[in-house]
């Protein structure tokens, strides 16, 4: 093995790791929820000045349930393969396991507890919602990124012996 053999072996490598190391479905789980609990504790004062008790309660409730399907969906992703078109169905099927479950628990929460208002739960389920499903996006995004760079390095080492 030569010495520029070895180094672009040692770089694929490199790009294989740092690309298994982010995409690890277990870490995308934990940062979506890290992110639900940091933007949990930045909302507890103003949800307790909008709407006192109620707020806070209608506060944790919207985090709860934004987080379980981000969470699920983190986790659904190491089920489907990275290629780019299978990027945009984790997208579109995570939006929509998402919204679906969200619209459900708003509706179940309207049902169980009217004395939530807008102040008091819709406002915070609309922030959580947002964010998570940004931080979800990124993180699938970053996924597909990481594979295509690891896709063209593959395939540029594959040429380099070939041609060798």
């Known amino acids: 093995m030569t010495f520029t053999e070895i180094r672009v072996r040692t770089r694929e490598l490199k790009v294989q790791n740092k690309s298994a190391n982010l995409i690890n479905p277990v870490k995308q ?62 997208i579109i099927g995570g939006s929509t396991v998402r919204m679906l479950f969200v619209l459900i628990g708003i509706l179940m929460v309207n049902a169980l507890l009217p004395k939530l208002g807008f102040w008091d739960f819709t406002v915070w389920v609309i922030a959580f919602y947002l964010v998570l499903l940004s931080v979800e996006t990124f993180l699938v995004y970053r996924q597909v990124s990481l594979d295509s760079c690891v896709a063209v390095k593959n395939e540029s080492s594959s040429q380099q012996e070939a041609s060798a």
């Open 29 to 90: 789980a934990f940062a979506v929820a890290a992110t639900a609990v940091g933007l949990w504790l930045l909302l507890l004062y103003p949800a307790y000045l909008a709407g006192g008790a109620d707020g806070l309660q209608g506060l944790t409730i919207a985090a709860v349930l934004c987080t379980i399907p981000g969470i699920l969906v983190s986790l659904m992703a190491s089920f489907v393969s990275r290629a780019d078109q299978q990027a945009t169905l984790l």
